[in-house]
């Protein structure tokens, strides 16, 4: 939008360390000032997830569980900070609604017949779209792999009963995926992933990213 030129130091995912120099912004000197807080804020915000991002990819390394972000992204940021989230090497979940149907507890409880309700989405959804059922305990998830869930929700369960899930999918249901959801946190998500999931969501690596220290000088 601005007459500036961009050179930058480093790619977009590549880490970098204090007192490394990131970019280089050459223009009018008025037009760089009244832009400088926004650029900063742009950088910052991105770097910053992308960064807490690679705290919990690396808290999980070697076990084969995916890192995914949530929908719990600020207005008009969506793409921006999942984005980031990517830089930061995790996987992205559903961009929107239409992405894939997740039936949430909020919706399962307007539903009185699972198994029916799963007969209609097939008809209606598109052919490769992916159903995910949110669960709370270990019956739930036994009801939503029977009623043909494709991804099932381990939400807020104890380390426990997600292993007792895992057992009863690897037994019944194989070709189910199961992602765990809910207080995860760096502490936490070593554990979570021992479980044997196959995926590991969180909001947090977006909405609890503190900014990091980066400024702007002028040579």
């Known amino acids: 939008m601005y007459d500036l030129f961009l050179e930058w130091e480093v790619e977009d995912g590549s880490r970098f360390k204090k007192g490394d120099k990131l970019l280089f912004i050459s223009g009018d000197s008025k037009t760089i000032l009244s832009l400088e807080r926004s650029i900063l804020d742009m950088v910052l915000h991105a770097s910053s997830i992308a960064t807490l991002t690679a705290q919990y990819v690396a808290a999980i390394k070697g076990t084969g569980v995916k890192l995914l972000d949530t929908r719990k992204t600020r207005p008009l940021l969506r793409v921006f900070e999942k984005y980031a989230v990517r830089c930061g090497g995790g996987i992205n979940h559903r961009m929107g609604l239409d992405d894939c149907l997740m039936l949430k507890d909020t919706h399962l409880q307007t539903i ?45 369960m104890s380390l426990e009963e ?58």
């Open 112 to 156: 009185d017949d699972l198994e029916a309700f799963m007969k209609e989405v097939r008809q209606k959804i598109p052919f490769t779209s992916k159903v995910e059922i949110e669960c709370e305990s270990l019956g739930m998830a036994e009801k939503a792999m029977k009623a043909g869930a494709d991804i099932v929700m381990c939400d807020n």
């Open 162 to 219: 997600t292993k007792e899930v895992v057992l009863y999918r690897n037994a019944k249901y194989p070709h189910i995926l199961l992602e765990a959801s809910g207080n995860v946190t760096l502490e936490t998500i070593s554990a979570i992933a021992q479980t044997g999931v196959d995926a590991i969501s969180s909001g947090s690596v977006i909405h609890q990213a503190k900014w990091i220290d980066l400024s702007m000088k002028v040579e």
